[in-house]
């Protein structure tokens, strides 16, 4: 998404008025409006890059993007496995008696470190020991559960990825870009030699728009009025 820069963004107030006092001088000799044949040939150029990447993501991209993801979304989804409860249930210190189940996060955790940690070897009586260690499996069993269903749905989709070839339809698109903005860049950075020039590169400033990120379009203009008003 390019997002437009103005005239006025990009120069503010004073620069505005640095490019009207420049443009009185567009009759004299040394500011002929004559436009440097390569700027128009870059210009050209850039814009049918542009045409192109625009092109490639109506035709290609954004159908192969939309067939991946209908693809997808007609996948079935494996549902995680349902939680469980102890076969084994204690009586807990309100004098319930209670079984644990692997939805409760608290109940695992304690479970876990139960059945990993020595020192709890001995806690509680037989039953409460025996309900750890069952809650404690049976998370672990439904956690590789979900893990392979993860796995699977992650294979299949980067199998899709593969089939419908998105590395290499990214990549062109990345290319075309890439081709766009150098051209957009060498159109910017081409030294103005005359008052045609920068009008010319303030026109295509306006109808294209981008976010000047690198600072090179504010430099190269700044240079251009400085070189034509004689201060460089």
Not at 32 to 41: D, I, K, Q, S
Not at 127 to 146: F, H, K, S, T, V
Not at 165 to 176: F, K
Not at 205 to 220: F, H, I, K, P, S
Request: aromatic content about 6%.
């Amino acid at each position: 998404m390019t997002v437009h820069t103005s005239r006025r963004a990009l120069f503010g107030g004073a620069g505005l008025i640095a490019v009207a006092t420049l443009a009185k001088c567009g009759g004299t000799p040394a500011h002929a409006a004559t436009v440097n044949p390569r700027l128009l040939r870059i210009i050209a150029l850039r814009d049918r890059a542009e045409e192109a990447w625009q092109r490639f993501e109506r035709d290609v991209e954004a159908p192969t993007q939309k067939a991946y993801a209908a693809t997808l979304a007609a996948e079935p989804i494996e549902m995680p496995p349902p939680h469980v409860e102890t076969p084994t249930s204690f009586v807990n210190v309100h004098g319930n008696n209670v079984r644990l189940t692997t939805a409760n996060p608290g109940s695992v955790v304690t479970s876990r470190r139960f059945v990993s940690d020595p020192t709890w070897a001995k806690m509680g009586d037989a039953d409460w020991r025996q309900a750890r260690r069952e809650n404690a499996a049976a998370a672990d069993e439904r956690d590789a559960i979900i893990a392979a269903q993860k796995e699977r749905r992650a294979a299949f989709e980067v199998k899709m990825e593969a089939a419908f070839g998105l590395e290499a339809i990214e990549h062109r698109a990345a290319q075309l870009l890439e081709r766009e903005y150098d051209l957009w860049r060498t159109a910017i950075t081409m030294p103005a030699t005359t008052m045609a020039d920068i009008t010319t590169k303030l026109a295509f400033v306006d109808r294209v728009g981008r976010t000047d990120t690198e600072g090179c379009l504010l430099a190269a203009l700044t240079a251009d009025i400085r070189r034509l008003a004689g201060e460089a």
